[in-house]
């Protein structure tokens, strides 16, 4: 929800490999649990992997009585969201994720040469505050529709309102 | 009789006098009109029809259910958020009720660059009178404004600017702050409620969650047809074909050129899709050291207009105040992260002002995408990012002079400012490119522009398309430049004037 299609080339544009096709599946997908793999609509266990990592990083980490963006199982939420999103949009999202976090991208960008995944919290903040403040418009566009889909998957949960004081639309 | 897609258990083959698409401001009054003057009406709506108590008040289930691309619609680049309803009832059913007339010198420019006859201020004045009695439009006494408004009028006032409260469309109004996710108790005068239900009375008929693809306009009868869409699955389970000597396209600025442009009708000028406006809109963040509760009361309900068309070049801004919910408020906040999280935690202590833009120098424009919809794109003029600057920069000295603390922009990069000479120096040094500060747009108009020359427009001055004897269009995509004001009133209003005149011209036009 809140973010929209066009995220980072023009549909049909294939010149950044796509997750479906030239990536294997890693190591760190081999983790994850069945029950949440049968969940899964439209992430590649990698793919939900990412985002559940990204998301940690973008909402922030879990302080003072606010969830994690885990606990509030944002990466799920995303997934069931964008199953049921428009073809363009869902074509731009397993673009993204892929060049978000491929070692290849990592390094073409940033210099960086692990994957998203594997760096530790600080690296990564640094990594997304790169994409944030990118002199490549189509970075910062990456980042706008990433955050779009974290923010929007955390704060529509009634679980995370309590933290920041929200107790709903109707609460008169 | 309004029928939704689960009540749908065949294909829809139908004939009528007129085939409406889309059941917002403008197809609402136009089928209310013509039903009323004896006509078969049908109209097709792609969202679902939802009733009062039938809406779920949270911003997931709305975002879900009423409006656009589950509140995601945006501009290719992202750059905009482009927010639209998808129900019986378009728009104003997750509307704000801000009721406004069209100010004279934007019907003037109408007139004397486009050539549109009939809509000089007096001839208007009847079908918005018209309009503000039916749906009930007044302003709110004093005391019912939130905290929010309350700073728009107590700031502006020190600061000697023009501001006061606003008409809105709404009868027994709780002070409930659903607008956006819908009314719980019908208190908002909604299309559904008041056109679309007397259009009922006269014996409409509204096919809900069906999506129209095409229309066919070869002969004298023209034919729409479309899908009709599962509300749960959101997957088409039926064709449906209506065919008709006369069809409205009320299918809004954004999805009305899509229509067009995919049946390859209406377009010798090669304007459709054209002239996009946005009444571009960011926002400014003010925090308190006392609860705001940005979400609660009525949203909108004042406004300071000192700074449209101050300069008499036609353009400027306008400071509204905005319904912070929690998602809106945590995609809206700057950075993210650690910092996002300890900006997010004074969100019950923070105003929300938009500062709105009437563009003169930015414009956009609609495509197709190959997927068959709506690609949208945006280009921001000099001018226009002059008076977004100006601004943020008065609605932050508003903030201010109502006691707030620090007040923030949208920026992605935190911009913090405490004091009038921070604004004015912090603002100006800061960047306003693609995805360097976030905008959204509530009132996206132009597209399928009306005037009388067929070179330079798509419609006439009755809304009746140059091309197409019988096919009109009559929404938002029909204003020939950016309005400065919220825009149901003039979409009513115009809505109003074409129905009337298609219902007493009926004869020529069939
Ligand atoms: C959050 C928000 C707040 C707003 N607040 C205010 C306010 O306070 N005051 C104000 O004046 N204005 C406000 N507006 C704007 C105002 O509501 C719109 O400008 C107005 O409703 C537009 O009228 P329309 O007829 O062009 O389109 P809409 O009212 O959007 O109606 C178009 C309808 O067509 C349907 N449709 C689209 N494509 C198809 C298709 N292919 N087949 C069938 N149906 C289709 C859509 O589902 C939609 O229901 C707000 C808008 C939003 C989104
Ligand atoms: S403020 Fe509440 S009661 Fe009033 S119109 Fe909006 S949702 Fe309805």
């Excluded at chain 1, 995303?78 to 999202?93: C, K, N, S, Y």
């Excluded at chain 2, 792609?46 to 509140?71: D, I, K, M, W």
């Excluded at chain 2, 749960?232 to 039926?238: L, M, P, T």
């Excluded at chain 2, 000192?306 to 912070?324: H, M, Q, R, T, Y």
Aim: net charge neutral; with cysteine.
């Amino acid at each position: 929800m809140l973010f929209g299609s066009g995220m980072l080339v023009p549909t049909g544009q294939a010149w950044i490999p796509t997750s479906a096709g030239l990536i294997p599946q890693s190591a760190f997908a081999r983790e994850l649990s069945d029950e949440v793999r049968r969940q899964l609509k439209f992430f590649s266990p990698d793919e939900y992997l990412i985002l559940q990592s990204a998301a940690e990083r973008i909402v922030g980490p879990a302080s003072a009585g606010a969830p994690s963006a885990a606990e509030i199982d944002v990466a799920l939420r995303a997934d069931a969201f964008l199953a049921g999103a428009d073809p363009e949009i869902q074509e731009q999202f397993h673009l993204l994720l892929t060049v978000f976090n491929h070692p290849v991208f990592t390094f073409l960008f940033d210099f960086r040469f692990s994957a998203f995944v594997n760096m530790n919290d600080d690296e990564k903040d640094s990594y997304i505050e790169d994409w944030m403040t990118s002199p490549i418009a189509f970075r910062r566009t990456a980042f706008v529709g990433l955050k779009r889909l974290c923010m929007s998957m955390y704060y529509t949960d009634a679980r995370s309102w309590p933290a920041i004081g929200y107790d709903g639309v109707f609460a008169q | 009789m309004i029928l939704r897609g689960s009540d749908i258990t065949k294909p829809i083959r139908e004939t009528a006098d007129v085939c409406i698409i889309g059941s917002g401001c403008g197809g609402g009054p136009v089928a209310k009109i013509l039903a009323e003057a004896g006509k078969r009406v049908i109209v097709v709506e792609a969202g679902s029809h939802v009733t009062p108590e039938e809406f779920v008040l949270t911003e997931e289930s709305a975002f879900s259910n009423l409006y656009q691309q589950r509140a995601g619609q945006a501009t290719e680049d992202q750059a905009v958020l482009v927010l639209q309803g998808k129900a019986v009832g378009g728009s104003t059913v997750i509307n704000w009720t801000t009721s406004l007339r069209t100010p004279d010198f934007v019907l003037d420019a109408w007139q004397k660059r486009f050539g549109v006859q009939g809509i000089s201020p007096k001839e208007i004045e009847p079908y918005f009178e018209r309009v503000e009695k039916y749906l009930n439009i007044h302003a709110e006494p004093d005391e019912r404004h939130n905290n929010l408004n309350r700073v728009i009028l107590d700031g502006a006032k020190k600061l000697g600017y023009r501001a006061h409260a606003n008409g809105r469309n709404v009868k027994d109004c709780n002070a409930l702050g659903a607008c956006g996710v819908g009314c719980p108790i019908g208190a908002k005068q909604t299309v559904d409620l008041t056109y679309i239900a007397d259009a009922i009375k006269s014996g409409t008929t509204v096919f809900a969650n069906c999506h129209a693809d095409t229309i066919k306009a070869s002969g004298k009868t023209k034919r729409v047809t479309g899908s009709v869409i599962d509300p749960v699955s959101h997957k088409a389970k039926f064709d449906f074909s209506i065919e008709a000597p006369v069809v409205v396209v009320a299918a809004s600025a954004i999805h009305s050129p899509v229509l067009l442009l995919k049946s390859g009708v209406a377009n010798s000028s090669g304007e459709v899709g054209k002239h996009l406006t946005f009444h571009l809109t960011t926002a400014v963040l003010g925090v308190f050291d006392r609860p705001m509760y940005p979400w609660k009361g009525i949203p909108q309900s004042a406004m300071c207009d000192e700074f449209l068309n101050k300069s008499g070049d036609g353009g400027g801004f306008w400071i509204e105040s905005v319904p912070a919910t929690a998602a809106l408020a945590g995609l809206s906040m700057s950075g993210f992260g650690k910092r996002h999280r300890a900006m997010i935690r004074s969100y019950p202590n923070v105003a929300a002002s938009i500062v709105l833009v009437k563009e003169i120098d930015s414009e956009g424009r609609v495509i197709v995408n190959s997927y068959g919809r709506p690609s949208i794109s945006y280009k921001q003029g000099w001018k226009d990012l002059q008076y977004l600057k100006q601004g943020l920069k008065e609605a932050a000295k508003i903030h201010i002079a109502a006691g707030a603390n620090e007040v923030y922009t949208l920026h992605t990069k935190e911009t913090r400012l405490t004091s009038v000479e921070e604004i004015d120096k912090k603002l100006s040094a800061a960047s306003y490119g693609t995805n360097e500060i976030a905008f959204y747009s509530a009132h996206p108009l132009g597209t399928c522009r009306m005037g009388e020359d067929p070179r330079a427009s798509v419609v006439n001055s009755h809304g009746e398309t140059h091309d197409v004897k019988g096919l009109f269009v009559i929404d938002g995509s029909i204003t020939c430049t950016s309005l400065g004001v919220n825009p149901q009133v003039t979409l009513l209003a115009l809505a109003e004037k074409h129905g009337e005149w298609l219902a007493e011209n009926w004869k020529s036009v069939a």
